[in-house]
Each structure stands twice: as structure tokens, then as C-alpha cells.
């Protein structure tokens, strides 16, 4: 069983700074509290496909971003926490969306931590709006 909680939206100008957070209920065998797995924040726009724009890998702490919020979005994990964490700065208008935490289907590496389809588990979203 997962649950996933996200919270930190809200609306900001353009160039100001907003923090999501993922708060991650898991159950597992494993003594780390997500069995490497990928956590990824995805985000989709009115209208639009959901996508991805930051991923972690639990177990070793490796990143990827999106190219469109790479220098300004960071993703980190607190793990006494169990939760995640999305720093966004410097926000555009086109940022603009629904932001969701996910968990991915597997465990392991994964060649495409940002493709909306390598996620099972999802939370119910955040809102972030960022107005020019």
C-alpha cells in the first residue's frame, strides 16, 4: 500500500518561489522507507497530457529533471521525514498546473523516471498558479 499527500500550492507571481511537499505512507519490508523506488513530481496544465518535470531515486538520492525547469526547480527527500520535497524558483506563467507525487511501478533504475506512464501510485494534486 502507498499513499501519497502532496501540499505547498498556491498562487505566486511571476519569478516567485513555491515549495511542494510529499508526504509518502508506505508499506514495506525494506529498511528504507520506499524500497527504491522513484518518487517524481508530474504536473499537467489545463488541457494538456501530464508530465513529468522532477523524479528521485530513493535509493541513492539520483535526479532528473525536465529541461523546461531545469536551474530551477530542485527535488530532494527527507527520509527520517518520508517526505519529498519540490523547491520551484524563479516561476514562469507556463508553470502553471496541477502537481502531482507518484510512485513508480518498479524498483530500480529506470531509463524514463519522467514519462507520466512509469508511475502507479499517484496523490491527488496540488494546484500552483503562477500569474504574470
Known amino acids: 500500500h502507498v499513499h501519497l499527500v502532496e501540499s505547498g500550492g498556491g498562487s505566486v507571481q511571476t519569478g516567485g518561489s513555491l515549495t511542494l511537499s510529499c508526504a509518502v505512507s508506505v508499506y514495506t519490508s525494506s529498511t528504507h522507507y520506499m524500497g527504491w523506488y522513484y518518487i517524481g513530481w508530474l504536473r499537467q496544465a489545463r488541457g494538456k497530457e501530464r508530465v513529468g518535470v522532477a523524479a528521485?531515486?530513493?535509493?541513492?538520492?539520483?535526479?532528473d529533471y525536465a529541461d523546461s525547469v531545469k536551474g530551477r526547480f530542485t527535488i530532494s527527500q527527507d527520509n527520517d521525514k518520508r517526505t519529498l520535497y519540490l523547491q520551484m524558483n524563479s516561476l514562469k506563467p507556463e508553470d502553471t498546473a496541477m502537481y502531482y507525487c507518484?510512485?513508480?511501478?518498479?524498483?530500480?533504475?529506470?531509463?524514463?523516471?519522467?514519462?507520466?506512464?512509469?508511475?502507479?501510485?499517484w496523490g491527488q494534486g496540488t494546484q500552483v498558479t503562477v500569474s504574470s
Open positions: 528521485v531515486y530513493t535509493g541513492d538520492g539520483r535526479t
Open positions: 507518484a510512485k513508480s511501478r518498479t524498483r530500480g533504475y529506470s531509463n524514463y523516471p519522467l514519462q507520466s506512464y512509469s508511475y502507479d501510485y
